[in-house]
């Protein structure tokens, strides 16, 4: 029999090392809408387990992010990739095409189907890694991944691109449904909660958390997660936001109520994972996902006004006063978010100067009340307040950012960025046994990917 040379050896030793230095099983869990001062609020009145198993025994830090939070899965993506906004690509759930001069979902994908649902949706347009591919990289084909999400956005960026398994519920039918995207197709114990009866009460607001705990739990045993030496991955979205929720803090009892019931889903949980893989074979990374932040009645009764402004009509101006520059043709293609989009088409065919339009577009929307500053694209790129939050390939010609206290508004008066604290308190949670860390007080979102890989 040939002997292995030394260093061969030694290589596999540094392999087998690494390959096998996560403990058998990583929980990630989401909570929407969970913020640092509302776990404090509730401190005294935390049941055993869940958050006060989690305040009393895990690492603690606050999550901060550089860019501007707006509220949709921006934090998500950031959290899960470990890159900013300018560089995953995702900004806003829902970004504007030139092509059609439409809104579109980042995630819409007409080349993949829905299982169980309508949507149509993938994680094509992200193009960097997530934990979950990193996870797949470092551990290999034998690891086992799976994500449960409350909705598509966020549950598809908990699974990334390799994922063996990810689901979400479906808003119309409360079903357990999901894509194409991923080749093994609906996992079996999807399709078993799918059959069973489901129950109801005040206390499972919104009722959706049990559903999402139950799930994750039959997955976990019947795919075998975490019980064999290949480290392998739990993903799982919760929320403690009521469904016409405005803020993401606790305003009275109903709040109390669901982030207690979150904690018991939490407590349940951990515990039945670490009965069933051991206590120092699992570990659980909690954070807080913001969705509202502050209210504007929340500003408002300290005496900080919250005004509104309307991209869609200050764009309908800024497009009447083009026409009486350059003559009777639409010269803007539409808006979105922050930015404007001018018609580059038509300027093209008349030979105009681009950038000379942008500066012209950017001097005049100054002027209206709320706009702090009105950047032409390629200057926008340089503000480091707005590039780091900004997606290039969606960026329009010209970027609005607004004075603080102002929010954006459309047509029918619903907010276009949810977060008025752009930078709300959301907590980090690290429970393990078997090697506790000790974490910064403040810990910047692009690090939790470095955090997972130890």
């Not at 092509?99 to 189907?113: A, G, L």
């Not at 799930?215 to 993903?235: C, F, K, S, V, Y």
């Not at 539409?334 to 008349?350: A, D, F, M, P, W």
Request: aromatic share 8%; proline share 4%.
């Amino acid at each position: 029999m040939q002997k292995l040379k030394p260093y061969f050896l030694l290589l596999a030793l540094l392999t087998v090392q690494i390959l096998y230095s996560a403990p058998r099983l990583t929980v990630v869990v989401a909570v929407d809408g969970l913020r640092s001062d509302n776990v404090e609020y509730m401190r005294e009145y935390w049941l055993p387990g869940g958050l006060r198993t989690l305040q009393e025994e895990a690492s603690q830090a606050q999550i901060t992010y550089d860019f501007n939070v707006q509220g949709d899965d921006e934090t998500v993506a950031t959290l899960m990739t470990g890159v900013q906004p300018s560089t995953h690509g995702l900004s806003l759930n829902r970004c504007f095409s030139r092509k059609d001069r439409q809104v579109h979902s980042f995630f819409e994908d007409k080349d993949e189907q829905g299982i169980g649902t309508k949507e149509q949706v993938s994680l094509k347009n992200m193009n960097v890694p997530t934990v979950s591919d990193l996870f797949r990289l470092r551990y290999g084909k034998f690891t086992k991944i799976h994500a449960v999400g409350l909705q598509s956005s966020t549950a598809l960026l908990l699974a990334g691109h390799s994922a063996n398994g990810c689901c979400w519920l479906d808003n119309n039918t409360s079903k357990w449904v999901t894509t194409t995207f991923y080749t093994n197709g609906l996992p079996s114990a999807a399709d078993a909660e799918n059959m069973s009866v489901r129950k109801t009460d005040f206390y499972q607001m919104p009722k959706c958390n049990s559903m999402a705990v139950d799930l994750a739990l039959r997955i976990q045993q019947e795919e075998g997660l975490g019980m064999d030496d290949t480290p392998d991955l739990l993903l799982l979205q919760l929320s403690v936001v009521k469904e016409d929720a405005a803020t993401d803090c606790i305003q009275g009892k109903d709040e109390e109520d669901i982030h207690q019931a979150v904690n018991q889903y939490l407590g349940f949980l951990i515990e039945q994972l670490q009965k069933r893989v051991g206590k120092a074979n699992v570990q659980f990374v909690v954070t807080g996902i913001p969705r509202h932040g502050q209210s504007a009645e929340q500003m408002e009764r300290v005496g900080i006004p919250v005004r509104q402004f309307n991209l869609n009509r200050a764009t309908a101006l800024t497009s009447v006063y083009l026409m009486a520059i350059y003559g009777y043709e639409r010269w803007i293609d539409g808006c979105h978010g922050q930015s404007v989009y001018l018609n580059r088409t038509l300027i093209e065919e008349k030979g105009l100067d681009l950038q000379k339009m942008e500066r012209q577009v950017a001097d005049f929307l100054t002027d209206f009340d709320g706009v702090q500053a009105a950047y032409p694209r390629n200057e926008a790129l340089m503000v480091r307040e707005l590039t780091t939050g900004l997606a290039k390939a969606y960026i329009g010609d010209v970027v609005v950012s607004l004075l603080p206290s102002w929010r954006m508004m459309d047509d029918e008066e619903k907010e276009t960025d949810h977060v008025i604290d752009s930078q709300p308190d959301a907590p980090l949670y690290w429970l393990r046994y078997d090697k506790q860390p000790t974490l910064p007080v403040t810990f910047g979102a692009t690090r939790l990917v470095h955090l997972l890989q130890q």
